[in-house]
C-alpha cells in the first residue's frame, strides 16, 4: 500500500503518461502492477471488509461526531436525522431557528459566510446567463440550478480541495463553489469541448446523462481511494429521480456493505422533469432508504445553506473518520424547467412555483448575515460585481467561440487511434475537401 | 387521405389499440401527464385515464421487468423507453428475459410484449442518447425488430406487433416525428415480414431503413439528376430481414448499397452484404458499398454530429465509387 500511496504521490499529483493529461483511468493506474496490493487491507482476495475491521462496525464502534452525531440515538449505524422534520437553522425568514441539531455552524468565520452568499449569487446570476445565452442559439441545451443554489454550494463548501465530486447535470453551484471556471461548464453545453473544461484539476468527474450512473462510478472511485488508503471522500450527487434507478441502489448497497468513503448527496427538487416524487417512491423520505443499506440517513432543508453545510461537513467527518458512506437528502425544488427543452407549464402550477420562490435560499441566507452584520450594502455590490463580471466573461468566450474542427470528430475514441479511424478521417477529409470546391 | 405526422401516426396506432383491447396498456417514464418526451402520448392519459397510461419510476430495468411479468400474465403492455440507450439499463429484461422466456419454459410461457423507443442521431442529444443500437437487438433470437419510417408504418405497424405472441422491439427513429405523409382513414393493416420498394429504379439498390431511408431516397433524388436510376429499399423489418426482396431487387440492379446510421463493424448492414454476399454474389458488378455512422460516440455539437452521419453525398459518392 505504501508503494502505491507513493507513486500516485500523495493528493493532487496523479501518475500520468509523458505528453497527455492525466485523466480518469490513470488515476488509480498502478494498481493493475502493483504488487503492494496483495496483502492491502482491503484485498479483494481476501473477501472484502469483515465484521471487526476497522471501519465495518462505524455506528456502534465508530467516531463520536459531537451531540446529535450520526452515530448517536439508535444505537446502531442506521442512524436517521431530520425525517420527521428536516435539519434547519435558518427559518425561511433568515432568523436562526436555535437548532442545536445540528449544531450552528459557528466554525464558518465572516469571511466564509460572505464567499457562500457569494457563490450562491454567482451561481443564479451565471445560470441566468445560460439559460439565456442557450435562448439566443449559443448553446445546445442547459439544465438550470434555479432554487438549488444552498444546496449545491452547502455541499461544495463542506467538502475539501482533494475529495471527489460526482456530479448529474444540474450542480453548476457545486462546480462554482468547487472553483471550476464556468466558461468550461458553458463550453460543454455548447459542445465546443467535451465534457466541460477544467474539471479534473478540481477533483470533479465530467457530469453524468445516463441517470443514476455516477453513484456507481463514485461508489468504485471511493473503494479504490479505500484501497489506497487515501485521505479523501467521494461525493455523488444525484437526483430523487436517479434514486429510483437499480443502479442506485446497488451503489449505495455496495457502497455500504465495503464501508467506502462516499456521500451521496440527493437533491430532492420534487421533480424528474415531468414525474413528481411520489411517482418515484412509497417511502416516507428519501432519506428512510438508508436504513435498509444500514447507514446513516439525513434529512435537510437543502434550501438552508447554513444547515446544509452543517449537516454535510457532520457526514463528511464522519465518512473521514471511517463510519462508511452516508445518504443525505437536501430538500429543495427545482425552480426552472427540466433543461430549456422542456415547458414545465404542462405538468405543474404556479402556485407550487409561488410556494417555494418565497423559500427562496439566497435571500434567506442574505437576510440572516444583514441581521449579523456580516453583509451590506458594500457586500452586495461586490457580489453583484463578482456575478456579472462571470456571467460577462462567459457570454464572451462563449459567443461565437469557434466550432472545433470537424476531423475532430476521430480524436477522442481510443487513445491510440486504429487504422479504420484513419480511414474513416480520410474519407471525411475527402468529402469536405469536395465540398469546398 | 388526410396528412398526418409520424407522431400523429403513432398516436393514432397506440389510441386504436388501446380502445380495441382492454389489455393493452402503456408504461414508460413522462408517458402520462408530460404525454412523453417526444409527445407521441399527448392526450392519452386525459382519454384513458392513469390506469392505462402509466407513469412509472426512473427504472428501466423495473418497468420493462414489469411489462414482462405483465404479458405473462396475459396483458398487452406497451412499453415506452425515451432512448435505445437507456433501453441498455433494462437490456438484461430484454435479452435474457423477454427473448428467451418462451424458450425456458419449454413453450409454457411467452411474452406477447411491445417495447417501442426513440433512436438516432441529429437532434444534438450527444453521445448518450444518439446511437443507432437496433442493430445489436436485431442479433437476438426471441425478438422481433421494426424500424417504421414512414407515417404509413408508424401507423399501421403497431397493432400487427401487438398480436404477435412474442417480443416486438419497435424502433422510431427521433428525426421522423415531424414527417409528414398521407395516410388513409381505413389505413390497412400493414405486414411484418417484407421488405418494400420505396422508390423503384434498375441501377443500384440502396437499402435503407428508419432514420436512413430519407437519406436514401434523398441520394436517390441527386442519383437521377446524373442519369442513374436507383431502387430504394425500405429494410422495415430488421429481424427477421426479408432476404428474398433484398435479393430479388440485387439482381435486378446488380449494385447495392446498404445505409445504415448504426457504426459499420459488426453491424446490421454487415449482415445486410454478408446475404447479398451469400445469396447474389454472381449477380454483382460491383462490391457492396456501405455508408454507416463514423465509429465514435455520436457528438453533441452541430457540425460535428453531421459529419458523423451518414449523407445523400456519402451516398451518392459510394455510388460513383461502384461505377468507376
Ligand atoms: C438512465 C436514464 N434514463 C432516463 C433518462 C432521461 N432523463 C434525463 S434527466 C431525467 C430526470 C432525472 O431526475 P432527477 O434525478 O430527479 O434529477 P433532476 O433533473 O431533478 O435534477 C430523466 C428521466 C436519462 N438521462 N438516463
Ligand atoms: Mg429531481
Redesign the interface.
Known sequence: MAEISQRVGGNGARSTEPGTVAHWGQRRGTLHDADGLIAGPGDPSAGGPRPGDPCIDGGTQGPEVGAGGLGAGTGSNAALRGVDQPLRVLSPDGSPTGASDPPYPALLGPEQHRQMLTDMILTRRVDAELVDLQRQGQL??YASCLGQEAAQVGVAAAMRAQDWLFPQYRELGMLVARGVDPVGVAMMW???Y?GGRGLLERHTSPIC????ANALHAAGFALGVRLDAADEVVVASIGD??L????VHEALNMAAVYEVPCLFVVQNNQW????PGR???KSATLAHKAVAYGIPGIRCDGNDVLATYSVASDALRWIRAGGGPVLLELLTYRRGAHTTADDPT??RGDAELERWAALDPIDRYRRHLVAEGIWGEEEERRAASVADEAAAHVRAEVCDAA??S?????D??FTRPTK??ER?RAQ?ER??A??RS | MTTTTYRQAMREALRDALRRDERVFLMGEDVGRYGGCYAVSLGLLEEFGPQRIIDTPLSESAFVGAGIGAALGGMRPIVEIMTVNFSLLALDQIVNNAATLRHMSGGQFNVPLVIRMTTGAGRQLAAQHSHSLEGWYAHVPGLRILAPATVQDARGMLWPALCDPDPVLVFEHGLLYNAEGELAADAPVVDLTTAAVRRPGTDVTLLAYGGTLRTALAAADDLAGEGTSAEVLDLRSLRPLDTATIVASVQHTHRAVVVDEGWRSGSLSAEVSARITEEAFYDLDAPVARVCAAEVPVPYAKHLEEAALPSPGAVVEAVHHMAA
Open positions: 445546445a441545451l455548447r459542445g465546443a467535451h446523462i445516463v441517470v443514476g429521480g436517479a429510483s434507478e437499480g443502479d424528474a422533469i415531468s414525474v411517482v418515484q417512491t404542462r405538468y466550432d472545433p470537424a476531423t475532430g470528430l476521430f477522442l475514441v479504420e479511424l474513416q471525411l468529402e469536405l469536395r465540398r
